[in-house]
């Protein structure tokens, strides 16, 4: 995420400073002493720093982290329900009734007709104004009122009601979908008090899925919490089906909490993943491609983006894997029958041939080049303008790096890809990828052949300088210190202007990447900036660099990143 208030940000960094550096169990009060910076960004961050300290071996910091961002996340769940129910609180005794009435109404509808959306939809279209959070409140009490420690015959029947109903109003698509999907977990929540898990197991685990679906794809509140609360309550449901077999709906289960797991932002990102390829491998049990092609083809696409995602194992035959999967899943989705799948996973499967270590790297590239045209087939500027820039970008990478035909024709290509990437994706709708579209450009403006050469350096510099206009050491330091390098690459060729300030800037360039780059975290990134920068310290002034630029760009391509 990007917090584009500078002066924001930093505070957030100062108020984790002080949750970092305050006294145990003290951590709460200097929350409440900075309410004005509770909020989603501030969560964000500490997912972000979180993550951060857990790659770098400390458990203590990371959990930390996570702790506090689970514990804002309820506060401001928390406070989201007391708005609610002072709303409630402020109905008169009518409107009550008449919610009351609608709710009894529409259950009625859904016993009848047996959870028919031809039934019930036309009532909730016709009431869409009821659809509120008031419904919600109002169905919790009257739900809570009936069914509280109630196990008769009739609990049970209203029970099996609400999670129908829950189901149907999670997948009605008119009114206020974060407020369909609150009704949603009320209903499977309610009917939970009634399922014991012991005399009903197939009901307990059937709706702990749904509770679980409806949290995966709740609106309202935390993001990462909600996914946290999706994975407790597949796992719950996953507990009674060892006791009572149940293999397709185990399978299916099972399919969710890959999906949960691949989501998930809180923990080891590393173990997530592993957790995920764990549950969809398990799930492909049940979903064979004869049985259930497309459920089949879908967790292969899943498991594809995984393992080019993997952290664990062999880089080189985790990309292996991903191809195989990719490859396994256009056996089943095409472009004639689901089109934008299909794309999307020809984009992905264009990123690993692209990132391929294994076999030859030329063809390797052609591949990658292949399956982006054929994703831009689908993808257009005006029905996906989002996947078609970023398939671009892809495709300008590709090119900028092909061995195959004529470099400086290559050159020419992405640049063409990165503009037009850029001719829909802006600073603000899309700010980072936009940045990152702009390091690529200024990279292929640096090492452009065709054009006017000092022109060219030019424009690679102002492309270095809009994308650090986004990317800042604060918000994502090591893409940051990348983009520092590239640009200090430029000023050290640079024709225009004067050559010692031109040396002078290379150098302040490479420094600043030097701040993020230390040798004990980055000892690679390191050493290698260290040697751009012992290098420009010693260039020479010249008078005239001009002749000899050509053939310097031509020979080097410069340190391409």
Not at 189 to 206: G, I
Not at 373 to 386: C, D, Q
Not at 495 to 517: D, F, H, T, W
């Amino acid at each position: 995420m990007i917090v584009t208030d500078q002066k924001r940000f930093r505070a957030y960094q100062n108020l984790i400073e002080e949750l970092l550096s305050c006294e145990k169990g003290q951590e709460k009060d200097v929350l409440k002493s900075n309410q004005d910076l509770i909020d989603e960004e501030l969560i964000q961050i500490l997912l972000s720093e979180a993550d951060k300290a857990s790659s770098k071996g400390n458990d203590f910091v990371s959990n930390l982290m996570l702790s506090i961002a689970m514990y804002i996340g309820e506060e401001l769940d928390s406070i989201s329900s007391t708005i609610d129910r002072k709303k409630l609180e402020n109905l008169d005794g009518q409107q009550k009734q008449n919610y009351l009435q609608f709710i009894l109404q529409i259950l009625e509808v859904t016993a009848e007709s047996q959870g028919r959306k031809e039934s019930v939809y036309p009532m909730m279209m016709d009431n869409i104004d009821k659809l509120d959070s008031s419904f919600t409140g109002i169905l919790r009490q009257w739900g809570t009122n009936i069914l509280s420690g109630n196990k008769s015959e009739d609990a049970e029947s209203l029970a099996a009601i609400l999670v129908e109903f829950g189901n149907l109003i999670s997948q009605f698509d008119a009114g206020d979908k974060a407020n369909n999907i609150e009704i949603a977990i009320v209903c499977h929540k309610m009917a939970l008090t009634v399922f014991d898990p012991d005399k009903f197991p197939f009901d307990w685990s059937t709706t702990q899925n749904n509770l679980g679906t409806a949290f995966f794809y709740r609106i309202n509140g935390n993001r990462a919490a909600n996914i946290e609360k999706a994975i407790a309550a597949y796992n719950e449901a996953l507990k009674t089906l060892k006791q009572v077999p149940l293999p397709q709906q185990w399978v299916a289960i099972k399919y969710n909490l890959a999906n949960a797991y691949r989501h998930r932002s809180r923990g080891n990102h590393s173990e997530n993943l592993e957790q995920a390829i764990e549950a969809y491998t398990e799930a492909l049990s049940g979903y064979t491609r004869d049985t259930s092609p497309l459920d089949w083809a879908r967790i292969k696409n899943y498991l594809g983006d995984i393992y080019y995602e993997r952290i664990k194992g062999d880089r080189g035959q985790n990309l292996e894997k991903a191809i195989e999967f990719y490859n396994a899943a256009l056996e089943v989705i095409t472009a004639r029958i689901n089109p934008t799948e299909w794309a999307t996973i020809q984009n992905n499967l264009g990123n690993a041939f692209r990132n391929r270590v294994k076999g030859n790297e030329a063809e390797n590239l052609e591949q990658a080049i292949n399956a982006y045209k054929r994703a831009l087939g689908v993808y257009t500027s005006n029905t996906y303008p989002e996947e078609w820039a970023m398939t671009q970008n892809n495709l300008g990478n590709a090119f900028r790096h092909r061995l195959y035909g004529d470099t400086a024709e290559n050159i020419e290509q992405a640049i063409n890809a990165y503009r037009a990437a850029l001719q829909v994706i802006t600073r603000e709708n899309c700010a980072k990828q936009w940045a990152m579209t702009q390091n690529n450009l200024g990279n292929a403006y640096r090492n452009r052949i065709e054009g006017n050469q000092f022109e060219n350096l030019e424009r690679a510099i102002a492309a270095y300088n809009a994308a650090l206009k986004v990317i800042t050491r604060e918000t994502f330091p090591q893409q940051w210190a990348r983009i520092q390098n590239n640009l200090g690459h430029a000023y050290r060729y640079r024709v225009k202007g004067s050559q010692p300030e031109n040396i002078q800037q290379a150098m302040r360039a490479y420094k600043k990447a030097l701040s993020v780059y230390n040798r004990r975290d980055f000892p690679q990134e390191w050493a290698t900036t260290q040697n751009y920068l012992h290098s420009v310290s010693y260039v020479k002034p010249q008078n005239n660099r001009s002749p000899g630029l050509k053939a310097t760009i031509r020979s080097n391509l410069l340190y391409q990143h």
